[in-house]
Structures are given as C-alpha cells and as structure tokens.
C-alpha cells in the first residue's frame, strides 16, 4: 500500500502553474501511480497556500523525474523537501546531505534518518481505532490484533488506554502471509472483531480471498485498512482521510518555514471509516453514526 513505488513529485508547469524562476523554496517528492499519494498532494497544495508558487514537484516515476530532481537541487539549496511515501524519502535522504525533509504518507519506522525532521503517519493508532469502534459498535469489546514476525505487542500504555475505553485486547503474531489464515480462526470465538492492520508480508492478493471467506463463514468480522479491504469483503475499513493528510503537511511545512521547528511524529487527525452493510447484515452488525466530526462514513452498498 504504502509503503509501494511513491516518490518526488516537483511542481510541474501545468500542475502548479510556471515554475520560479530562482530556487524553490519548497520540494515535492512524490510519485504519479497512487491514487492515495495523489490526494495528499491536493491538500498540500491547498495547504500552502502562498508558497506554492515557490514549490517545485518531480514525479520520480516519470521518465526524466531522477535528472528533473538533479537539475533543481543545482540550482539552489531549498529550505525544505516534503517526501510524499516510504520510498520518496529514502530518495531524499540518499541524494543529499543538507536538506531537511519532512515524510508523509508513510508507516513508520524505529529510527527515522536524522534530516527526517517530520513524519505525518498513515497508521492508524489502536486507541483512535477503539474510539471508532466505541461509537460504531457499542458493546463489542474484544479486538483482536494480527501482528507479523518480530513486530512488538501493543505497548503497556495501549494496553491501558484500551482498558479505560472498555476493550480487552487479543495480540497474535501471524508467522508469515502462509500462517495467516490460521492465526486469523485462531481468534474465532475469542473476539468480536479482527484488525489487519497495513502490513505488506502478510496481506496481498493471494492472502485476502482466504481470509475474507474464513470471516464470513465464521462470523467473524475483519477490519481493514483501505476502503478496497471493506470492498473486497471486510466488514468495515478504518483508514486516513489522505487529502486532510495533505492539509496536515502544509502546516507542518509552514511551520517549520516560519520558526524552524521540526514538527516531529504525528499521527492522522481525521479519519475515514468505510462499512460494507451487505457484510455487516450478513454478520448481524448493527452500527450508530459517528459522533465525532474527524470521522467520515462511508457506506458500500
């Protein structure tokens, strides 16, 4: 998802009006081929309002994007590079040694190199995940967690946190996209729904035809990560409103231009929650509207 091909994307003539003519201020690293990375840039470009006519984009999926990048970074030394994906930002990080770059639409990582001085998260974090289910689903309280090899269980402080909402939490670890569909009945009965959160070594196409089957035969409701997972046979998705991502970059952008303050890690701030009602009928789900404003639900007939 991703964490798949995204990179620079540099302002191009007739995306964001003619170029400056000095060095940018402002580069955009990005990739044309994902839908997702594509509305994140409409919220940044709105975001930044007067700055975007001194922003530049490069595609680096694009024939000439690696030599376009080159080209405006002989120019000048910008005062910031948004790296839009996993991918972006490694390029940024490996090219040069003096811009800052602050990463979006990204998962993260332990470590962020040291030039990384924000991360704007697509993850979704297990509280924010409870909270949605609190006001969707009253009364279903036991969340169970699928977890790839050597990733950590959810911290004390999840742990707690899940706790004063109301939710026992059930960790598993899947020990490879093969084990998956077993670990997945393993929960059968011992939860009330089963988060697959973004993961590229456990779910692909040859993973979610299995697991979607398994849910709905054992009446076990799964929640994905993307509104295609809700699509395919999820009962629900929890997942980012990527264009408010974008919103949520321009800031951290405008800010650091004006008091040069890295704005460090944060978390999506609004989300979206897709509801497959056929899935959810068939599992007898029953669903309250949203309280929160940060949440949009999206129905899937």
Do not use: H
Not at 132 to 145: A, I, S, W
Not at 165 to 181: H, I, N, Q, Y
Not at 223 to 251: C, H, M, N, W
């Amino acid at each position: 998802m991703v964490r798949a091909s995204l990179i620079v994307y540099l302002a191009v003539a007739n995306a964001w009006g003619e170029a400056p003519s000095g060095p940018p201020r402002v580069v955009v690293v990005t990739s044309s081929a994902v839908p997702a990375y594509e509305e994140a840039l409409g919220g940044l470009r709105r975001g930044l309002g007067s700055l975007e006519a001194m922003t530049r984009v490069v595609e680096l999926d694009r024939k000439d994007g690696e030599s376009t990048l080159a080209g405006i970074l002989t120019q000048g030394r910008p005062s910031v590079a948004v790296a839009i994906g996993t991918q972006a930002t490694d390029f940024m990080v490996s090219r040069t040694s003096v811009v800052p770059v602050i990463s979006t639409m990204i998962l993260y990582e332990p470590l962020p190199p040291e030039r990384v001085v924000g991360r704007i998260s697509v993850e979704v974090t297990v509280p924010a995940l409870l909270q949605q289910l609190k006001d969707l689903f009253p009364g279903k309280t036991r969340l169970g967690l699928i977890r790839s090899p050597g990733k950590a269980p959810p911290p004390s402080a999840v742990q707690l946190r899940a706790k004063q909402l109301g939710f026992t939490l059930v960790a598993v670890e899947a020990g490879g996209a093969d084990k998956l569909l077993k670990t997945f009945l393993s929960l059968s009965g011992a939860v009330d729904f089963v988060w697959c959160a973004p993961d590229s070594s456990l779910y692909n196409t040859a993973t979610f035809r299995p697991l979607i089957e398994a849910s709905l035969q054992k009446r076990l409701p799964i929640i994905g990560y993307s509104e295609y997972f809700a699509r395919a046979g999820a009962a629900l998705a929890v997942y980012p409103d990527f264009e408010d991502i974008g919103s949520q970059t321009a800031e951290a952008v405008r800010r650091f231009l004006d008091m040069q303050k890295a704005p460090g890690d944060q978390p999506p701030r609004k989300l979206r929650v897709a509801l497959n009602q056929y899935v959810s009928r068939m599992l007898e789900l029953r669903w309250s509207t949203p309280s929160s404003r940060e949440t949009e639900l999206v129905i899937i007939q």
